[in-house]
């Protein structure tokens, strides 16, 4: 089978059922694992690099509010490689080519490829796809494998922080404008011991103000800003590190949100085991190659200082 990959959680999923060899195609976006690297890019962005991230969001809105899409699909080089399944998303708008444009577009390919759309909005949601997406490509019984194996990987994260205090957990899917982490993120945090106290389970992220985070009475402040990786995560954190300081938590952290947070594939389990670990190192270990900071005191010495 020949598979094009139109998200990058699916490319990690495909890749994590053993399907690597059968993938001729992904996104602009798809960054791991290694194999995918070298794979034909099917899809490109219209927003610019190197935007400050407020500008981000200002075009983000521009552009959907013109009801345009924001991202760009090629459809020769998708003829080309000639998929008999395409695996894509119609859960946001943000974050991929539009469904209807790929069901579209796949309808004029004399392949005449199959299209799936996964669009998880919870952990389990997340884990069944895996399910899906391997019956689609004809392995099914290598999903329901990996779905138990993961699921394992949850229940011992949620087994070690059984009987712990739950902290209370603010997620920043984005700092400008900040937005609370919703989707499959709330329950993530519920999983790992906390309480997730902006974002809502199963439910869009959702823009709000500082102040209304503040009157959440956090005590852990997580920035996971949508697609970036840890580095980039701590420079917009500490681009706000007066409103980060003001909510009053004691703890602030950055993450690699682009690897295990804002991909509903299989890495988001690391990031419950992160969420996990940051609150109780001595029960639960650091996942592996995982990065974060802990920008607690930097910015409490900084701003008070």
Known sequence: ??????????????????????????????????????????TRSVIPEGLEPQRIDEMVREVTGRGEPLYELDEPQLAE????????????????????DVRTVAGRLPSKPHVISLDPNTVPEVLDDLVRLGDAAGVRERGEGLRAEL?????????????????????????????????????????AGGESVAGEPGRDSRAVTWDELAATRPEVAVAMPCGLYAEEAAQQALDHREELEA?????????????????????????????????????????????????????ASTVRG
Do not use: K, N
């Open 151 to 191: 699921r394992q990987r949850l229940d011992r994260v949620r087994d070690a922080v059984a009987g712990e205090a739950r902290p209370r957990v603010v997620t920043l899917e984005w700092l400008s404008p900040p937005y609370a982490g919703g989707h499959w993120v709330p329950g993530m945090v519920e999983i």
């Open 81 to 100: 490689v000639a998929p008999d399944l395409i695996v894509t998303q119609a859960l946001c708008a943000v974050c991929a080519v539009s469904y209807d």
């Open 247 to 299: 909510l009053g938590a004691s703890s602030i952290y950055a993450v690699d949100a682009a690897s295990s947070f804002s991909r509903p594939g299989p890495r988001l389990i690391e990031g419950v085991e992160l969420l996990g670990h940051l609150p109780h190192p001595e029960r639960v270990p650091a996942p592996e190659a995982l990065s974060f900071s802990d920008l607690s005191a930097e910015i």
């Open 1 to 42: 089978m020949r598979i094009a990959s139109l998200v990058p959680s699916a490319t990690e999923s495909l890749f994590a059922l053993g399907l690597g060899d059968q993938v001729v195609a992904v996104t602009h976006e798809c960054d791991h694992p290694a194999g995918a690297l070298g794979l034909p890019r099917l």
